[in-house]
């Protein structure tokens, strides 16, 4: 549950209309807070901790599952220590081809490759925003440099035909956190470790479109 202390760190997402009629998350903090640290929930600080466990669990039991071929096969995208130097993301259109690894219950699926989506990059000042703009499920958010080898991520997720997010911090269920890192030539992944919903990490790979 949300204090009243930490409401007063909370801002609503404004929203910006783009291509397709989309509307996206423009913030999820004030034009002058630039810490992540200071706006994480503790859920998310936790989820950025034992994003290895989560990782190396769902390579497990995707593998057990009989998709080791199809692990290999997507190389470094799905290597957990593949991370380059120089994580940022420059602004512009991206494809985002999001990959599921590990069931969170019994029942799901422990690997799911989607095709690829529509994301966008763009900057509001001196903030930098990413934005799933196409599919069901979408991440919106801002992200926050952090080291030489990644960049935080902090958003909130919207489902279906919404036409707004929800503030960060107001429903465990839907904020997203995750990290963006360099593992290529013009590509990057963006890791989201223990999503609410399916899996145990989600691996976006992003390339300029």
């Known amino acids: 549950m949300t204090t009243i202390g930490s409401m007063k760190k909370l801002f609503p997402l404004a929203c910006l209309a ?23 929930t503790s859920a998310d600080r936790a989820r950025l901790r034992d994003w290895r ?3 190396l669990k769902g390579l497990d039991q995707a593998t057990k599952a009989g998709h080791g071929a ?12 593949a ?17 599921k690894l590990g069931a969170k219950s019994a029942g799901m699926l422990p690997y799911v490759a989607y095709p690829a989506f529509a994301c966008r990059v763009s900057h509001d000042g001196p903030r930098q925003l990413f934005a799933k703009v196409s ?8 992200l926050y440099p952090d080291g030489q080898v990644r960049s935080i991520f902090l958003g909130t997720l919207v489902l279906g035909d919404e036409r707004r997010a929800m503030v960060y911090g107001m429903d465990r269920d839907r904020d997203v956190v995750g990290f963006v890192e360099r593992i290529g030539d013009k590509r990057w992944r963006l890791v989201l470790p223990a999503p609410a ?3 145990l990490v989600d691996v976006v790979e992003l390339i300029p479109a």
């Open 197 to 199: 919903f399916e899996s």
């Open 53 to 55: 466990s989560n990782w």
């Open 83 to 99: 991370a380059l130097a120089s994580p940022a993301l420059p602004d512009g259109a991206y494809r985002c081809r999001t990959l």
């Open 70 to 81: 199809e692990i290999a096969g997507e190389g470094v995208l799905l290597q957990p220590d």
């Open 18 to 40: 783009l291509a397709g009629c989309q509307t996206l998350a423009n913030s999820v903090v004030p034009m002058e807070m630039a810490d992540w640290q200071r706006i994480a």
């Open 135 to 142: 599919g069901s499920q979408r991440p919106v958010g801002a």
